[in-house]
Each structure stands twice: as structure tokens, then as C-alpha cells.
């Protein structure tokens, strides 16, 4: 285990962090990324940059009703507007998809209804109607306006905490509104709660919150007939279950499908899966013949695109005199809104087993249960189970203040340290490499917690509100069961010497491009810039990225296929040096004879000699130089953090400022800090956008309230805090000893930034437990407080 | 021109020094002009409606944004996108190799946006202060980089134009 941390010079955010012990030449170390040079250049490819001969684009009528029949549709009108070459409903395709499975949902998911478009009544507002397909956007757009459409309203199911009571039916077919629900009583709490020394109970609640990448969602579809095959373009993390659900719906094989992946402008969970509108379009270009582009408005990306974070926890814990958790009973509800994506309403399973987190919890006794309602379905969004970590970390604040207990403490006294590991949860998670109680220590100190206090004491006596916050959590990562559970890589060295490295990725900001050129580079012992990756059409089969994954997954696939090829490069370069192979070392893209640097061959050489001279290669060796290796990942690799952050309340306005935010993490051995860092960064200002700003509502009769960016309110540079970062590494047994540290960020962020406040509030008797603390919800708190 | 065209204004305007001509519906935003027709594909966007800043270009040396202006409002005007403030032999402008310096950017989709947004800031306010350079990036929005390094990036970008300035007057 290692440790480091930085000051805080906003000049040195991406340099500075000493490389950790496994470091290489390139892992381990800030290299600067591949894919800056096109895109600070403005030559990134996106969806939307992508024309073809002929290509048409599509635009869709979406509901303005959260649920009502409808009456009539006519789309005469708009099918003989100059330009337009289709106006598709539900009668022309929906006949094609039986449902919206992915591949990995899970069997007892309640299976969503597989309407493409709407099929004679809405469900929400943005629920797609019909698809018009025209030579141009303005003009599909102009078609929209002349679909006749008459509904009849129906009264809607809004309120997720009454959806399941509700006489009204979001999916008639199911005959409840109830989705997947759960339990998993422990009879032994009982007893526990009885005599424990304090029993706290609290509900939590999370608003609406959307992903919200720059880019919204997106595809081009060409389908030729004559040829069986089908191109796609894709905004996607998830190249080939693209593929998966293309072949699926229209019934062809996956390798008539070839995904083009470009660069895609940022996802977060929102472009893992297919759902109606890009089965809609697939369709529409299947009938068509013609390549039919569809770019996402943001207006639609607010309305009709998946949202998060629509969760309540009750949580309820018992804990000794000394602050020992003795044991704790949980019930969440989410709302799966209409047409929840993919496996997202399961994610209940998850955040049940994750709730223990970094702390000794003996006993947890559980109950779930996900509803539909007549809004936009539900997600995945960075750490899609993120609300175990803020209910929990919630709960721990207030049980310490009812000890009269500080939090910090309190922590300590619970948090799982080195010499109790392996460790098994409540929940049957079994942890073995993390180091929760050392993240704490650092962050502890990294926010200077101890002076803080003195600091606060003598803030509040002169009536400023400061506060500090805490968070801790595991961070399970890299999830390796059915379809996640491998990824493969091919790794070529071509005829000139340069490397090819095909895998089923999907980045869309995580700079594998980088981060996979480093390990190859390194693996091989050739330099970085002579690795180049491929994704998409042509590579192994591959969930995706997503889930912090790619690192330990991908990364182990590309680091097994990259170490079958040096080995080759080494049995090649001896035969060719005449030395023996144990004695050839490969080394910025020479093998040489160690200790006679000067009896060389270039790995060019090498790779000629593999397709060009077979005659030259020693007996046994095959010929070419590339090899395919699937990586089998553990089933869960965990990562750790601890947040802590010191934020000011303007009790006038009501606005939360803050003041300093530090976080320690431990991923395991860093193949590139600075992109570490990003990614907690990045996923920080999430989760105090998700505590602080974003909301995304709908008034009583279901209409969306957040439709433009205005309305979503997002936080930009003027207000986020300047991070600093702390690594304990703690390699994990996976080859390079990495873990996955995608999400941590949003997950550990909203408890943190919640609790600083709460502690701000404390003197005013103020305690909040419902996301957004906008400026409104605070001065309405202060007030209400001052009038009791 | 085809009978669509037909009636429809002329606009010419240049775009990264090439002079450009069209002839398009009045209601054809710049955005899409330059997306389309002139293929400078950096243009993005990220809302249509003006708040996120992923469209901006300079026009006459001004920072706007692209999905707000009709095309046929840059008549006569100079247009420059992020294609554009690269030299000609593909060297970064110091704000491009700041992004890339800071990592400042991850999925690069807000990227041209911010690049063209600062590049008008730092030849207004070549010596700006932190509290300057958050105020001046807050019209601009990214969901991936947490803003650490973007601001990093303005900072080595300020100080960079500033020695350059000094050392070679
Ligand atoms: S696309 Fe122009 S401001 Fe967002
Ligand atoms: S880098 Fe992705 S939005 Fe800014």
C-alpha cells in the first residue's frame, strides 16, 4: 500500500501525482492523451458528423400527455409534404420487437412492454408516436406539425410514493404498477432494535436527475438489402450490444451488422442499452433502404431519454453507548418511470448488497420494490445503486449527533480496518484489497478536519454558517458475470511494426485510446505511440464501457493477448540473433541480446520477418504476429473511497458554497493518475450538482418541468470547488493489479456535500434529508426554523 | 440550385479564411450552415437554444453562438472555428495545448466550444484572475471534466500568451 497527496495549486491539477509501485514506462505515469490531438483540433467524428450519399433524417412526434388514449391519428398531411419519404407508427413496427431485452437482463426483471411506438395510447410525456422520415431535418421537423393528432386524456400515475396504490395503470398489460420488488428480513433485528441503546429511523429522498452528456443520443442506420448488411454509426458505450439488439430486431445475423464506432461525446449510463427510438429508426431504415440518420434535441434528451436518482430510502439503525452499529433495517422504492432501459430497475439488488459499504454492519434485513409511473423511464446513471451510499452515509451523521457523537469518530469506530480483511458483509460481499479506514485518515487530514472545528467554533459564535462533510464507500467495479463477465482483445503487430489493438469498448470519454496504448506499449516493450486502438465493427465480442470496467476487463484482456505476442516477438528476435529466448529483451521496439545491447533486431524487423520472410521464423513459431485473448474478470474487483468537503451557507440567499472538497481514493494501481483524477473530477461535480442543483420535475398532471438547459440546472465553473486528490493504492489480484474508479465520483459526492450542509445547519436545529438543497429549500428551512 | 434553393437568400461569408457562398433558407441557423455546408464539423451541439456553448464560433473576432444566429445574419462576416486556430502546419494554438496540457477535456464534445470561448477571453483579458477565469467559462458547460482541468488549462494558457508576448514583442 502506498500513499500520496498534492497542495492545492488549480495550476498542477493533472501533474504531480508520484507514479505508483507498479509503474512502467507508460503505466502508471500522467501521460498526455491520444485523443486530445483531433479533438482540441475539432477533427473528433460524432454521430451527427456523419453523411452518406442519400442519407435521410428522421424526427419524432412525441406525447404531450402524460397518459391518455388516442383518438385519432392522421398522418396524411404530413406523408405529402415535398421532401418527406415516411411517416411511421406504431401499426407499421411494432409487430417487428416482442420486447425491450437487452442481454443482460436478468430473468425476474418484470419485463417492460415492447412498444416501439406508441400503440393506441401515451405513457408519458415524450413517449414516442410516430417517426418521420424525410431528405432533411427541417423538413421532418415541418412534417411534425401536419400529423393530425387528437387524445383523450386520461389521468396519470406521477407520484412514484403512491404509484403502487394507484387505481390507474401505467402498462395495462401487466395489470400493476408494481415492478420488481424484494425482500430480506432478518428476525434477529427485533431483538436488536429492543434493546439497543438508540434506534434511528430516517427516509432519504433523491429527485430526478439526468445524465445529461453534451451529446445527446444518436444513429445512423444503412441497411442494403442487396448486400445483407447493415451499417451503423452510434453515439454508444456498447458497440456490440448495438449489434446484439440490431440483429434482434430486424431478425438478421450479427455478422450482417457492422458498428462504426467514433468518438461519442460523453454517456454516463444513458448509451449502454438500445431502446424504442433507435429500434424505431433501425426499423425505419430496414424499410427504407436508405441510410437514416437520427440526432437526439436536447429538448427530447430531457423528455425521453432516461433520467436517475428517483429513490427513496428508509433506513432505520441501532448502535451502542459507543457508537458500535449494531444493525439496521432498509426499504427503497424507485421509480422505473414508463419504460425504464435495460437492467436498470434491478439495480435494487445492488444497492441492498452494497449498503454495509465500508463498515461493520452485523445485521441488515431489506425490502425493495421498483414502480412504474407516466414519466421518462428510468437508467443507469454513474453508480446506479449510488443511494445506499447516501442514505447510509446520511443516517451515520445523525445516529453520531443523537450520541452526541462527532462523525468523524463515529466512522472511526465502525469502518472496516486492514487487519479485519478479508471481510464478509451482512450481505455476503467478500472484501479483500480495500482500505476504507486508511482513505478515511487521509481525507481526514487532507481537509485539516481537527483545525476545522476550532475554525467553525469561532465562525458560528460570529453567526457564519460552515459546515464539513464526510463520506465513505466501496465502489464495486468491473462486475464480471454473463454478459459483463469477459472482453476480449486481439493484438496484432503489423508488417511494419506498428500495433493494432481491437477490442468491444466503447469509450466515450474514458481515454482508452491512451490508457490501453500504455499497457500494450508496455506489455510489448514498444513505444506508446506506435499503439493504435480499434474499437467496433471487427473486434471480439465485448459488453462495453461501462460499469468501471474497461480498465480491469479490457485492460486484462489486452494485457493477456499483448503478453502471448512479446513472447512470440522473443522466440523470433533469438532465432534471428541466434541467442536463446530467455536471454532477449524487448525494449522501446528493439529485441536485444541482454548485455550485448549492440546484437539488436527492431520489432519491425521482427514482424517482417512474421508475414514476409516465413522462411526465416524458427520451427514452432506460427506465422504473423497477432494473438486473441479473453479476459475472465472476478466477479467484483472493489475500489474505495472517503470524501470530505467544507462548504459556507449564505443564510440570506440561501446558496451553499464550497469552500474546499478533497477525496482519497484507493483504485488499486493507477495506469494513468491524471485520468484518474479526471474521472473523479468529473464525477464529483455530478454528485454536487445531483446535491445541490439538478432536478428534473413534473408537475401533477405529468407534463416535465426541466426541458431546456435552463431549467436543468447543471454546475459550471463559476461554482465548483478546485479538488484535491489523495491515492492509497492497494493493488488489487487482478493482472496489473488495477480496479475500476469510473463511478466512485457521483457515488460518494451527493452524502458528502449533504452532510456539510446539515453540519452547517446544525446550530439552527436544521437537519434535510430530500435532494436538491437549492437555495429555496435551505432559506424555507432557515425560516420555518426561526419561526418555531 | 435546386427548387428548393430557389428564392431563398444568398449569404456569403468567410469561414476560417476560405470565402464561402450559399444560397439557403432564411431559417437555416449559422450552426447548421457551418456544420453542413461547410463542413467545419467542430461546430456542435449541445442544446439548439442557446445555453451550453458547444456551437460557439468567433464572428469578426466576437464570440457567439452559432445555434442562435440565422446564417443569413453572418453575411459579409469572418467566421472562425476551432479548425481554424491551428497553424497552418497543424501546430496548437496555446489554448489548444493547454486543453491538452490540463486534460482538460475527456469525451471533447464541449471542447471546441470552450477553446473558441477562451481563445476570445485571453485577446480581451490576457492577464485574467481565477475568480475572472471561472465567471468567463461559466457560459460554456462540460459534464465530464468537473472543470479542474479547463481551468488549469486557461491558467497555463494566460501565463503562456503572456510570456510569449513579453519575449517576443
Ligand atoms: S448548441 Fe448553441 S449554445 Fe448549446
Ligand atoms: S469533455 Fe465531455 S462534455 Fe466536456
Redesign the interface.
Known sequence: MTRGYRSPDPAAVSTGVEASEAAGRFVGQSVKRVEDRRLVAGYGQYVDDVRLPGMLHAAFLRSDLARARVRRLDTTAAAGLDGVVAVLTAEDLNHYVDSLRSSVNPPDLAIVPGHVLAPGDVRFVGDPVALVVAEDRYLAEDALELIDIDYEPLAPVVDYEQAAGSPHLVHPELGTNLGASGSGPDPGLARVFESAHLVVTETFHQQRQCNMPMETRGLVAHWQRHAGRLDLWASTQSPHELAFTAARVLQIGEHQVRVHMGDVGGAFGQKVYSGRDEMAVLLAARDLGRAVKWIEDRRENLMASNSARVDRLTVTMAVDADGRILGAEIDHLSDSGAYPLGGAPAKSAQLVSMFPGPYRIPRLGWSTATVFTNTVGRGAYRGPWQMETVGREMMIDLAAQRLGMDPLDFRRRNVIERAELPHTTATGRVYEQISPAETLEQAAEMIGYHSFRAEQAEARARGRLLGLGLSLFIEPTSMGRGALGAEGAVVRVEPDGTVTVSMGTGAHGQSLETTIAQVVADELGVEMERVILRQGDGTPYGFGTGGSRSAVIAGGAARAAASEVRARIGRIAAHLLEAAPEDVIVDRGSAFVAGTPARQVSVAEVADAAYRRPESLPEGVPEGLEHTARYRAPEVTHSNAAHACICEIDSGTGVVRILKYVVSEDCGNMVNPMIVEGQIAGGVVQGVGGALYEWAPYDADGNPRATTLLDYVMPTAAEVPILEHGHVVTPSDTPGGHKGVGEGGAIGAPACVVNAVNDALGPLGIRLSRQPLTPDTIISAIAEAESR | MSD?DRGHPEVSVSVNGAPRRAVL?A??TLADFL?EECL???V??????G??G?CTVLLDGIAVRSCLLFAVQAQGAEVT???G??GPD?S?NPV??A?????G????????GF?VSVTAFLAENPEPT?DE???A????????????????AV??AA?QTLKREVLEP
Open positions: 428548393r433558407e431559417r437555416r456544420r467545419t464539423t467542430s456542435h451541439l449541445g442544446c439548439e437554444h445555453v451550453c458547444a472555428t476551432v479548425e486556430l491551428a497543424g496548437l489548444q495545448q486543453f491538452r496540457d490540463c486534460h477535456l475527456q469525451c471533447g464534445f464541449c471542447t471546441p477553446i481565477l477565469i471561472r465567471s467559462l461559466s457560459g460554456n458547460l462540460c459534464r465530464c471534466t468537473g472543470y479542474q482541468g479547463i481551468i488549469a491558467q497555463q501565463a
